[in-house]
């Protein structure tokens, strides 16, 4: 049982370049969450996805686009990465009856 | 919309004492968490809470949920080393998941 994983852990990307984050959960959960956090603050949330197939922005959408793939599958799209975009970046999931939240171990974005 | 405060930002804890961290929210909420996170690390889940007067313990840690007032609470009981770490918060509100700043904890001799 892997929980949530996501990839890649390390990404270093220029300026305009795009990427995809993604993040995958074997609970089947229903809800799973896009989280950026940057030195010194708390979790911003960015996209949200309370079941398959719909999709909410959070506090700090801009910038970024989501897609929720399956239930198992949210990614996170940078169409072109601007250095404001370097952070650790975290997905989660929540269960419908499991009511804990699961957290990935992050993915460490850095913008030149 | 749902906000999620945390006080103190930091707290500099004194080995053998005891402190409490509080958290409140700004609208009903559906559940509420409370995590650790060390350095370079992702989220360690502490405690989920939720209805009006729940309390969990694990250990020197106890969390506690007050509805009407909105607030949560982490007590640390007889603070050690091994304790120094970020804490935080989070509040659930119609699938939407927001977390306080957290609370950067220290724990000195």
């Known amino acids: 049982n892997a929980g949530v994983t996501q990839t890649p852990k390390f990404q270093v990307l220029k300026t305009g370049q795009s990427m995809t984050l993604q993040c995958a959960q074997d609970m089947n959960h229903n809800s799973m969450y896009w989280y950026r956090q940057d030195p010194g603050m708390g979790l911003r949330l960015i996209y949200y996805s309370a079941s398959e197939g719909t999709t909410d922005k959070g506090e700090v959408p801009n910038g970024y686009n989501v897609s929720r793939l399956n239930k198992r599958e949210f990614s996170l799209r940078l169409e072109s990465a601007a250095p404001s975009q370097t952070s650790v970046y975290f997905c989660?999931?929540?269960?419908?009856?499991?009511?804990?939240?699961?957290f990935g171990q992050g993915t460490r974005l850095t913008v030149v | 919309e749902l906000k999620v405060e945390q006080n103190p930002l930091f707290l500099s804890m004194q080995e053998g004492k005891n402190y409490t961290i509080y958290c409140n929210y700004s609208t009903t909420s559906d559940r509420l968490y409370w995590y650790r996170q060390d350095p370079g690390k992702s989220l360690e889940s502490l405690f989920v809470?939720?209805?009006?007067?729940a309390v969990k313990q694990e250990g020197r840690l106890m969390a506690s949920l007050d509805t009407k007032a909105r607030l949560s609470t982490l007590h640390i009981t007889a603070a050690v080393h091994d304790l120094s770490a970020t804490y935080f918060c989070?509040?659930?509100?119609?699938?939407?998941?927001?977390f306080g700043a957290g609370t950067t904890v220290t724990v000195r001799a």
């Open positions: 809470l939720l209805s009006n007067g």
């Open positions: 989660a999931s929540i269960g419908q009856t499991n009511t804990e939240a699961f």
């Open positions: 989070a509040a659930l509100n119609d699938y939407k998941l927001s």
